[in-house]
Nanobody
Framework: QVHLAESGGGLAQAGGSLTLSCGAS????????MGWYRQAPGKQRDLVAT???????NYADSVKGRFAISRDNGVNAVYLQMNSLKPEDTAVYYC???????????WGQGTQVTVSS
């Protein structure tokens, strides 16, 4: 079983910055991808960014150039640096870990990010 624990959410003003952190513990496969998704009230959960163990990244168009994802394989952690925040970035942000063999998905509890205008 894998456990994900997020930290770093909170309140920011538009144009400000926040950094999210997530640590994974448990029996983690060497072949995995980590990342962040977000869910705004009344909307579906959407991809924000993912990163492979080899540091290959994928971003949602809405955050490209503003957000940066990184990971530390030594401690099974993933980070999301969020700059130039906008009110539309307000959502619950979920840490994600996906394993490929066998195929499994794990989610954190979520951390609230609120951006005021």
């Amino acid at each position: 079983q894998v456990h994900l624990a997020e930290s770093g959410g909170g309140l920011a003003q538009a144009g400000g910055s926040l950094t999210l952190s997530c640590g994974a513990s448990g029996s983690i496969s060497s072949y995995n991808v980590m990342g962040w998704y977000r869910q705004a009230p009344g909307k579906q959960r959407d991809l924000v960014a993912t990163i492979s163990r080899g540091s290959g990244t994928n971003y949602a168009d809405s955050v490209k150039g503003r957000f940066a994802i990184s990971r530390d394989n030594g401690v099974n952690a993933v980070y999301l640096q969020m700059n130039s925040l906008k009110p539309e970035d307000t959502a619950v942000y979920y840490c994600y870990l996906g394993e490929f063999s066998p195929r499994r998905d794990y989610w954190g509890q979520g951390t609230q990010v609120t951006v005021s205008s």
